[in-house]
């Protein structure tokens, strides 16, 4: 992957929007060189990363809508290596083995050893793979989300509580945690002692300590969920994101067979309407294919896992972005680990040829996606 995305920059260069998104040029620090060295993980949101843990959240309406976990283990480790880049690059790649190692655990106790191989193969190779080695929060919430389940799964509930609590503080959708683990206390009733309950209340305990410190700031309190409006995302009713991305998904279609970009068919969201066109129809696509992944977890893995991927999509699909209604969703996706715990079970069932099907095509797009990555150009 990072030879993929270095090749692409050296090839073909950077977008011409590449200075446009990112006004604090987080990476010419590092000279020409160390810019392109660093190309599949310094890009996009990363650049918010970065200024969160240099200089803080400041006055911006949009910042606080990125959780302060992975920010100020960016700029913990800046100490250590001089750059709070760096750092979160290190941070990501450690997160993503240790998530990595954790999911194999986890669904080697659910669905055998040869699904936990196949697990974690259909994760590291995901298409949207590369953005757990960016300086993305993707990594960090997926070790502290797996090692949650884990830790449940094993009768470890305290680090189970800490761990949903540090996945809470790393994005709003850790909050999602606290389903999956009642659910895996329910199922366990019979022989667990009520009292260990008690540590699912550290789950949304990391929401809590970041308002009030917000709050501690003079700012406001609710501010990381207020800030969801700055990217435009507002709350639609349940699911009413997938009704909102088919329509929009329809529309980019009608563009592109037009082959006009006048009269534009969806609401402007910036930029040429043939490439916007296609940023509906992709997470269309990616809302579509996952839907039998949805449906494979739900029927291999106990209630808990489905509880939380269906749970976990509702957030998206519920607050849809006003342009572009399903935005960003092909990157969400990429930390839904039980889906892939169900795609590693069936590709497991088909044998050698499947695996390399599966594998193969997985591959590719992953070459394909971190290339456009790495090039500045939008990929979710």
Known sequence: MWVTGVSAV??????????????ERVTDRFGEVGNVLLAPAA?????????????????DAARPAFFPLYPLAMRAGGFLTGSALI?????????????????????????GTEAARLTVWTMALFPMAFFLSAAYSESLFLACAVGCLLAARTDHWALAGLLGGLASATRSAGLVLLLALALMFWAERRRLKPR?????????????????????????????????SAWYRSFAGPFVGAWDGAVAAGDGVRQLLSGSRTPVYFTPAGGDPFN???????????LLAIIPGVAGACR???????????????????????????????????????????????TADGGRRREVVVLSLSAAGLIAFTAQFATWHWVA
């Open 10 to 23: 050296l090839v073909w260069g950077l977008s011409g929007r590449a200075r446009a998104f990112d006004p």
């Open 43 to 59: 890009r996009w949101d990363a650049t918010w990363f970065t200024s969160i843990a240099d200089h803080g959240y400041g006055a």
């Open 87 to 111: 750092a979160g690059v290190l941070v990501s790649l450690v997160a993503m083995f240790v998530a990595l190692a954790a999911l194999h655990r986890l669904t080697e106790i659910e669905l």
């Open 196 to 228: 260990r309950a008690l540590w699912l209340v550290l789950v949304p305990l990391g929401p809590l300590v970041i308002c009030a410190w917000f709050a501690a700031r003079g700012l406001d309190a609710l501010a990381p969920f207020h800030a969801q």
């Open 276 to 286: 916007v066109a296609w940023h509906n129809i992709f997470p269309f696509v990616v």
């Open 300 to 346: 291999r893995l106990p209630p808990a896992y489905g509880a939380y991927v269906i749970a976990s999509l509702a957030l998206p699909l519920s607050y849809p972005v006003d342009p572009q209604p399903l935005m960003s969703l092909p990157r969400f996706v990429a930390v839904l680990f039980p889906l892939f715990m169900g795609l590693g079970a069936w």
